[in-house]
Every structure is written in structure tokens, then in C-alpha cells.
Antibody, heavy 124, light 106 residues
Framework: QVQLVESGGGLVKPGGSLRLSCAAS????????MSWIRRAPGKGLEWISD????????NYADSVKGRFTMSRDNAKNSLYLQMNSLRVEDTAVYYC?????????????????WGQGTLVTVSS | SYEVTQPLSVSVALGQTARITCGGY??????VHWYQQKPGQAPVLVIFRDSNRPSGIPERFSGSNSGNTATLIISGAQGGDETDYYCQLWDSSTVIFGGGTKLTVL
């Protein structure tokens, strides 16, 4: 069965860095676009970033552009999110999610499987 | 950038039909997807491409999309349906979520 397991969350000071990981299993990881999505306390879902099959095309939300870097290692069935220059407003549960629709030639995205999330808290 | 609007809250009597809307300019020209998120849990896809139901999702959940409004319809609302719902679409290489609607089942 499809499983996505995030790790790497924790408490970090403003300006600090953190690297999240997402381990995928139960499907051919390299066949899917993947995304990171977060939910801050008391707020709604916010898409952060997505990455194509080979990791050569990555898109970011304006709120994290220049601070966060998404990558993938298809040999390890893993997804990563390097978060630098963290701000208090980055505090959230971060989810990785699988996109069964998106391709390099077709523009639509939705998410059929999600991980359980990992909590990132940015506080002094 | 494209914007979508959801009501903050919707109330429905137990067993009645709930309608949660997602508004946007000509949203009927886009594919809209819907997620349910219960406290402490990951979001669950309940409708994709306007009106398609993933396997395992009850038939009570349906969707429509036309003009400037997409709608998630929950027929025969149950207590377990009381939670947050989000619409989502894709526009210009960006994934957009609505702000979310809290459904209360009275």
C-alpha cells in the first residue's frame, strides 16, 4: 500500500535551518510529481512546492521562494525540503503528498496520498 | 494570481444536504478538487476533477462546477462529516487552496 512518512521536524530559532524528509513506499516513486504542503496553526492548507519526476523542474510558492529548496532522490524513494532563514510564520505541520495527475506536459494537480505530517516550530 | 473564496463556516442539520462552495472567476473552466481534514489527521481527497469520487469515499459526497462556483455536496450529513473542507485547483504552475470551510452538523 502507498505510504508517505515525513520526518525531520522540530523546534528551531528564527533564522535557523531544518531539513525535512519524506520516505515513499508502495508505488513507483519516480513516476509521480510530489509536493510539500503545510498547515499553520489556526490557518488553512498552503501549497509550498512541487517537483517533477526527475527533479529537474521545481516550483515554489512566493512565501518560501529563495529560502526553501525541494529535491528528490528516486534511488532512495525520498523527498526532501531544505528550509533556511526560517521565520515564526513558517511554524506549521508539513505534509508531503503524491500527485497522480501532473506531468511535464499537463497542467493540473491534485493529491491522492498524504503523509501524516511533521511539525515545525519556529520560536525563540 | 488566481483567488478562490470559501465560506468560513456552513451548518447543516443531521441527515440533510450540505453544500460548500468555492468561488473564483470562471472557475468552471478549471478542475476543482476537494479535501476533508479532521483534527490531527492528514487531509483526505474526497472529490477530484470537479465530480469524481476516489475509491472508498461514500456516495454521499459529490461535486459540481460551473460558472464562477464549484460546490461540494454532502448528502445525508452525518456527525462524522463535521470537520474542515478545502477546495483546490491548479493555475499557472501554482497549486491554490481555498481558505477552508468548517462544516457543523447540528
Amino acid at each position: 500500500q502507498v505510504q508517505l512518512v515525513e520526518s525531520g521536524g522540530g523546534l528551531v530559532k528564527p533564522g535557523g535551518s531544518l531539513r525535512l524528509s519524506c520516505a515513499a513506499s508502495g508505488f513507483t516513486f519516480s513516476d509521480y510529481y510530489m509536493s510539500w504542503i503545510r498547515r499553520a496553526p489556526g490557518k488553512g492548507l498552503e501549497w509550498i512546492s512541487d517537483i517533477n519526476f526527475g527533479g529537474t523542474t521545481i516550483n515554489y510558492a512566493d512565501s518560501v521562494k529563495g529560502r526553501f529548496t525541494m529535491s528528490r532522490d528516486n534511488a532512495k524513494n525520498s523527498l526532501y525540503l531544505q528550509m533556511n532563514s526560517l521565520r515564526v510564520e513558517d511554524t506549521a505541520v508539513y505534509y508531503c503528498a503524491r500527485d497522480p495527475e501532473r506531468t511535464d506536459d499537463y497542467g493540473d494537480s491534485w493529491f491522492d496520498y498524504w503523509g501524516q505530517g511533521t511539525l515545525v516550530t519556529v520560536s525563540s | 494570481s488566481y483567488e478562490v473564496t470559501q465560506p468560513l463556516s456552513v451548518s447543516v442539520a443531521l441527515g440533510q444536504t450540505a453544500r460548500i462552495t468555492c468561488g473564483g472567476y470562471n472557475i468552471g473552466d478549471k478542475n476543482v478538487h476537494w479535501y476533508q481534514q479532521k483534527p490531527g489527521q492528514a487531509p483526505v481527497l474526497v472529490i477530484f476533477r470537479d465530480s469524481n469520487r476516489p475509491s472508498g469515499i461514500p456516495e454521499r459526497f459529490s461535486g459540481s462546477n460551473s460558472g464562477n462556483t464549484a460546490t461540494l455536496i454532502i448528502s445525508g450529513a452525518q456527525g462524522g462529516d463535521e470537520t474542515d473542507y478545502y477546495c483546490q485547483l491548479w493555475d499557472s504552475s501554482t497549486v491554490i487552496f481555498g481558505g477552508g470551510t468548517k462544516l457543523t452538523v447540528l
